[in-house]
């Protein structure tokens, strides 16, 4: 982990291997130094495929004030849980008030600290550093991440004891700070959940759980980490539109330093006396929280116990949870839609089932699948009943339910725009049935909203919006939207709140807010798809470079794992919130999908527009 920071001069390769070596200790201790042999340049510490924890070296006798420095940075990538050896770097009084919890700011490569020169040569007991580095990201105090940029200085400024003679910071920088190869071996992202407040399902249950992405340190007991963060509330950007089960100021009971499963894998989770009162139906909301937030730690928790005032207030296992709640990641769709070379929707299973053999795409029922309105692009609503089309010139939006013999009818909506380009979106269904979809005619662009597919259209505002519209996404959550939005012929995704005024269901205003950027490297975004709780996949460009597909998180962060399988000449893409299902484009082959574990397969050679339902 040591290559990503440097005090005084750069460091060189020697240098950060001697203090690899013996900065940190790896399980039973710091490793003696070789007296023989070759000396090699490391990297940062590469994540490990087992929980070995990394803990830092407190100061030296008589380390110098550049030693000192370095300690300091060392120590903030360790995995000591209160970050207790780093105070140990800074003097008593500043130690007792250092707050790490604050902010934890990502450099590109790392902190470099450049000397100071003193304003009076005759100061000796007096030393500062200038960290310096380039921004990727900064985490909150609420662990809520954003993409960062710009330039990273910071004064680090130490004292000498006249006494001990010992250097000592006492002007730390804010929070903690480091590079970025070790903030993804120190962090990782999870998901907690709370409940979309004015947003319901169409079909049972009613209630929408909403992913909120926060980091975590991944081995300083994130469990417990995790359901101190659920209980704290959603983040800032996320809570004007979710609500929480728990009473306000729910905590772990006092004294509770850390929470692990049986060996049934059940989690007690004991609460203070905020919690005491409440009913059994809330209760179970609550776990199903807990039991949401928890799914994809390891070790794994199948039940939730909560108590509070000293009883159990109920109990809840998994299934039990699914039942208090709908989420995109385990609802998956029975087919996979586009259009074929005929301009007509048709349908294909949404999973293969295995066998190799090729399924052959067949006309939905009605008259978008069967009629003679030629289609360029197609959206299904999540319950797979209803569809909506635009015609081939990107002119006119149709909506027609998907069973035998029923009509089209006239357009619910037609734009003025001069050229296709320059007209409808692909439309997006949310979860409560309605229809969303954009014009981008340049002279009136517009993000409308139709209840139910239906009526006089609602045209959403989106203030702080900049640039037009070119595609959009609603998630399952029917909190969020994934806007391509192009200004200055360059394409950029974004992320924004619905907030929905007006009984639930039932909306007098919608309005798109503060809208934040997921990929402020792209110059260039061709498509996008949701594909997950908090997930997205976009295929885009960097400046100068090559057509690229990779997932992100809604926060801007990169997910971990690999990017999907490298495919040429990608127009459109399809995915599902369910991750089981393959993921789909639209490229140079036609439509063709992405099995697990498995390379692209040609599904139709003369397709178009693929979608999932949603």
Request: hydrophobic fraction near 35%.
């Amino acid at each position: 982990m040591g290559a990503d920071r440097e005090a005084g001069a750069r460091r060189t390769p020697g240098r950060a291997v001697a203090y690899v070596a013996c900065g940190v200790v790896l399980l039973a201790g710091c490793a003696s130094m070789p007296d023989s042999g070759d000396l090699r340049g490391v990297d940062s510490t590469p994540r490990q495929d087992t929980p070995v924890r990394v803990f830092a070296m407190p100061p030296q006798e008589d380390a110098e004030p550049t030693d000192i420095v370095q300690g300091f940075l060392e120590a903030l990538t360790s995995d000591d849980p209160n970050y207790e050896t780093a105070r140990k770097y800074l003097t008593p009084s500043v130690a007792k008030q250092w707050q790490p919890g604050l902010s934890t700011t990502v450099l590109d490569d790392g902190p470099g600290a450049d000397v100071v020169p003193p304003a009076d040569r005759q100061q000796t007991d007096d030393k500062s550093f200038t960290l310096v580095g380039t921004k990727v990201a900064v985490v909150d105090a609420q662990q809520s991440y954003a993409p960062a940029s710009g330039e990273y200085r910071e004064t680090v400024h130490l004292v000498q004891n006249k006494k001990t003679k010992q250097w000592r910071i006492d002007s730390p920088p804010r929070g903690v700070v480091m590079g970025k190869s070790d903030f993804q071996r120190n962090y990782v992202s999870v998901n907690k959940y709370y409940f979309a407040s004015h947003t319901r399902a169409a079909t049972a249950p009613e209630t929408v759980a909403v992913a909120d992405p926060v980091y975590v340190r991944e081995r300083v007991d994130p469990m417990t980490q995790l359901v101190r963060s659920l209980l704290s509330g959603p983040t800032s950007w996320l809570d004007p539109v979710v609500r929480t089960s728990f009473p306000t100021g729910t905590a772990l009971r006092s004294g509770v330093s850390s929470l692990t499963p049986d060996d049934r894998s059940t989690l007690t989770v004991p609460l203070n006396n905020k919690a005491r009162n409440v009913g059994l139906d809330q209760c179970k909301a609550m776990a199903a929280q807990l039991l949401f937030t928890l799914q994809n730690l390891t070790p794994a928790v199948d039940d939730v116990e909560l108590q509070a005032g000293g009883k159990q207030l109920c109990s809840a296992a998994e299934r039990d949870a699914d039942g208090e709640a709908t989420r995109g990641s385990v609802e998956s769709p029975e087919f996979l839609y586009f259009v074929n070379g005929e301009h007509r929707l048709v349908r294909v299973s949404a999973a293969p089932d295995g066998s190799g053999t090729k399924a052959e795409p067949v006309p939905v029922p009605g008259a978008l699948g069967d009629g003679d309105k030629a289609l360029r692009s197609v959206a299904v609503s999540r319950d797979e009943h209803t569809a909506a089309g635009v015609g081939i010139d990107g002119k006119a939006l149709y909506v027609g339910s998907l069973v035998s013999g029923g009509s089209l009818g006239e357009p619910v909506l037609v734009s003025n725009g001069k050229t296709a380009d320059d007209r409808l979106t692909t439309p997006s269904w949310d979860t409560e049935g309605d229809l969303w979809v954009a014009d981008r005619n340049p002279a009136d662009p517009r993000l409308l909203l139709f209840k139910e597919g239906a009526g006089k259209p609602l045209e959403v505002e989106t203030p702080g919006l900049e640039g037009r519209v070119r595609d959009l996404r609603v998630g399952a959550d029917g909190v969020r939207i994934a806007l391509v939005v192009e200004k200055g012929g360059k394409q950029s995704l974004f992320i924004g709140r619905i907030e929905r005024e007006g009984r639930t269901g039932d909306p007098q205003r919608v309005s798109v807010r503060e809208l934040r950027s997921t990929t402020p490297d792209l110059e260039e975004v061709t498509t996008m798809s949701w594909a997950g709780d908090s997930r997205l996949v976009v295929v885009g460009r960097e400046k100068g470079g090559v057509q690229q597909t990779r997932y992100v998180q809604v926060d801007g962060s990169t997910p971990e794992g690999p990017p999907p399988a490298a495919l040429t000449g990608v127009k459109e893409i399809a995915a599902s919130e369910d991750d089981e299902m393959p993921l789909v484009a639209y490229s140079e082959d036609g439509i063709v999908r992405l099995p697990s574990g498995g390379q692209w397969q040609k599904v139709d050679a003369d397709g178009t527009a693929p979608v999932y339902p949603g």
